[in-house]
């Protein structure tokens, strides 16, 4: 069984993007090195993320994979739109939980990014881990990472890292 795993990154007050989905906050940000992450994704056999941090993907790199150090991993856009079919990556309007119950057969599950996916996998107890790397910008408002949950989740830091102007923080929950 794998794990199912929240790898992404914020702004210091919490945002994943701005209000209007830009991430050039933190894709402009110099001293980021190539390798960050590398040794986290070669193990994802398979991604979950919504629609709007799809769009945003393709528009940074229409045509690269979602994960370069796995560029044959599936990824699941969670999507009422019907969409067209594009390598790589499968459209699906099936629960996240389910979703990610099943992928986690499979081995582990990276979740890319939104509180509309990371919100209902927290709430059922389904997320193992958290790698969040903070970076030092503060957005003022935008789309936070985490949105209100029913109920107090308790986590174990696992370890830090630094990458360039980025801490990186790894929580294990206690599940």
């Known amino acids: 069984m794998g794990r199912i795993q929240f790898y992404g990154a914020i702004s210091l007050d919490g945002y994943l993007a701005t209000p209007d989905d830009r991430i050039d906050w933190l894709t402009n940000l110099s001293g980021i090195p190539?390798?960050?992450?590398?040794?986290?994704?070669?193990q994802m056999s398979s991604a979950i993320l919504g629609r709007v941090t799809y769009d945003a993907v393709q528009e940074l790199a229409p045509h690269?994979?979602?994960?370069?150090?796995?560029?044959?991993?599936?990824?699941?856009?969670?999507?009422?739109?019907?969409?067209?079919?594009?390598?790589g990556f499968t459209f699906t309007s099936e629960p996240v939980t389910t979703l990610a119950q099943r992928l986690a057969h499979s081995g582990n599950v990276w979740i890319v990014g939104g509180s509309g996916i990371l919100t209902p996998l927290l709430t059922a107890h389904l997320v193992d881990d958290l790698y969040v790397q903070i970076a030092p910008v503060l957005l003022g408002n935008g789309?936070?990472?985490?949105e209100t949950l029913p109920h107090q989740q308790e986590l174990e830091l696992v370890t830090t890292h630094h990458y360039g102007p980025l801490a990186e923080v790894v929580y294990h929950l206690s599940n």
Request: glycine content about 6%; aromatic content about 6%.
């Open 34 to 42: 190539n390798d960050v992450g590398a040794e986290t994704l070669q």
């Open 64 to 87: 690269a994979p979602l994960n370069p150090h796995n560029p044959q991993m599936t990824s699941y856009v969670m999507t009422h739109r019907s969409h067209p079919g594009q390598p």
């Open 143 to 146: 789309k936070r990472l985490f």
